[in-house]
């Protein structure tokens, strides 16, 4: 099982709620036990496995499954959960969606063995999101705040329309002040933590209460409306491009999903559908692609956060073939692409690149270099934006990773080095402009504090 996916529980008050960490994309699912055998799941995604076990370790049966939101970042499994274990789908009306679902508006309750779960009307990271609070007779126990509330922030407004944007920020500070009428007491379980790109900011606490965030979220201390506004969206970056369609998917309901293996495909089956417009994904480790590769293949390699690179690297449109070394887990790469809307994966080079090199099919390769070679190459950073800015080689410059998907072009073809925080996102960078034709691309090995530290120099800094 992945171990990006971690479960603790919180106890309120004598209730469990685990927490089930997703750390590559930064979110939180959580499974409340009601007592009586039967469990509630709160945006648990398509990826069940964790889920599943902490279900099975407490035996539960997951009875109810609630989605806050339609969610832009990842497939819900709420569906799967209605389908494969005969939950009631809890979702709001306004949501529209196209599947059997208990539709919800504010104020609405649901009977969980003696606790109520109460629907709050909380829009702004979407136009229909919901919260949900957990009610012990007249006492509110915790509330799951989705994208609404997070720790120290609160969710993205930018992903429904741009025309909605500043309205839904508007919005997201009316929930924002509903939720912090609550007593200081309330736990506060978001869904969007650290490392989300729906604007979670760093840091290790993905849960919180009431209290602590009315006295710490710079964002409820904002002086009014206007300047929440002026806030939230001076905080937002980019963001994958799959964020873009996967709210509509989860609409209409994802698709059914089984198997956990991948299809063994011949060197000469490989380079057929390569020809053919298949896409090549190589997750092995930066260094077995650095030594050879075959040509063409982007390198994300299989990490916590590789859904999300996948998403953003690789068009969705077109199939895709695995290159990965025999300790690599099958079932965790498909499993974190179709949590992500990726299901076009057709099959893996059986046998990996040795039977690549077997039937004498050319390889590349991408060196590493150390940071003393930078002193007279070009230097290309491809970080985020907050990355680049808090600190990077002078003189480099700076293309996102993401944005390099889509325009290759930007970049001069010249010797150069590619360079983010330790090199695997460097690689993937690299191998998309040797796929381009750029032909002197090499790696940093390490990042921007390696280069500091090896030649004594300080990182330039932008205001």
């Known amino acids: 099982m992945d171990d990006s996916n971690n479960a603790t529980g919180d106890t309120v008050a004598a209730l469990e709620v685990i927490s089930?960490?997703?750390?590559?994309?930064?979110?939180?699912?959580?499974?409340?036990?009601?007592g009586d055998g039967r469990a509630l799941a709160v945006d648990a995604s398509l990826d069940l496995r964790a889920l599943r076990a902490a279900a099975d370790r407490r035996g539960l049966r997951v009875a109810y499954a609630a989605d806050t939101h339609l969610h832009a970042d990842f497939l819900s499994g709420a569906l799967r959960l209605a389908a494969e274990d005969g939950a009631t789908v809890l979702a709001a009306r306004a949501g529209s969606r196209e599947f059997p679902h208990r539709g919800l508006v504010d104020g609405d309750e649901i009977d969980l063995a003696g606790l109520t779960l109460?629907?709050?009307?909380?829009?702004?990271?979407?136009?229909?999101?919901?919260?949900?609070?957990?009610?012990?007779?007249?006492?509110?126990?915790?509330?799951f705040t989705g994208g609404s509330l997070l720790v120290g922030s609160a969710a993205r407004t930018d992903l429904v329309s741009?025309?909605?944007?500043?309205?839904l920020a508007r919005a997201q500070y009316r929930s924002l002040q509903r939720l912090a009428e609550l007593e200081d007491e309330v736990a506060v379980w978001p869904t969007h933590g650290a490392g989300s790109f729906c604007s979670a900011p760093p840091g290790t606490e993905r849960t919180s209460t009431i209290g602590a965030e009315r006295a710490t979220n710079s964002l409820l201390g904002a002086e009014n409306e206007d300047?929440?506004?002026?806030?939230?969206?001076?905080?937002?970056?980019?963001?994958?491009?799959?964020f873009l369609r996967l709210g509509e998917i989860n609409r209409r309901g994802p698709a059914p999903v089984s198997g956990d293996t991948l299809r063994p495909l011949s060197a000469g089956d490989v380079a057929r559908l390569a020809t053919e417009g298949a896409q090549l994904v190589d997750v092995r480790p930066v260094l077995d692609f650095a030594q050879a590769h075959v040509p063409g293949s982007v390198s994300i390699p299989l990490r916590p956060v590789f859904a999300t690179w996948l998403g953003w690297l690789v068009e969705d449109d077109r199939p895709i073939v695995i290159v990965r070394n025999t300790d690599q887990d099958p079932a965790e790469i498909l499993w974190q692409a179709r949590k992500v809307g990726y299901d076009q994966i057709v099959g893996e080079l059986a046998g990996g690149l040795a039977s690549w090199t077997d039937a004498a099919m050319p390889t590349r390769s991408i060196p590493l270099v150390s940071a003393e070679s930078l002193e007279d190459a070009a230097v290309l950073d491809i970080r985020q934006e907050s990355e680049f800015t808090a600190g990077h080689v002078p003189g480099a410059a700076h293309v996102e990773l993401g944005d390099l998907a889509t325009s290759t072009a930007a970049v001069p073809s010249r010797p150069t080095v590619v360079m983010c925080g330790h090199g695997e996102r460097a690689m993937g960078a690299a191998s998309l402009l040797a796929r381009a034709g750029h032909r002197e691309v090499a790696v940093l090995d390490g990042g921007p504090t390696d280069w500091a530290e090896a030649t004594g120099r300080t990182l330039e800094r932008d205001a």
């Open 20 to 34: 089930l960490v997703d750390e590559g994309l930064g979110n939180s699912a959580y499974l409340l036990d009601v």
């Open 118 to 143: 109460r629907a709050l009307a909380t829009p702004g990271h979407t136009h229909e999101h919901l919260a949900f609070e957990v009610v012990d007779g007249s006492r509110v126990l915790g509330v």
């Open 162 to 167: 741009p025309d909605r944007t500043d309205e």
């Open 227 to 242: 300047a929440f506004v002026s806030q939230l969206l001076a905080s937002l970056g980019s963001f994958p491009p799959y």
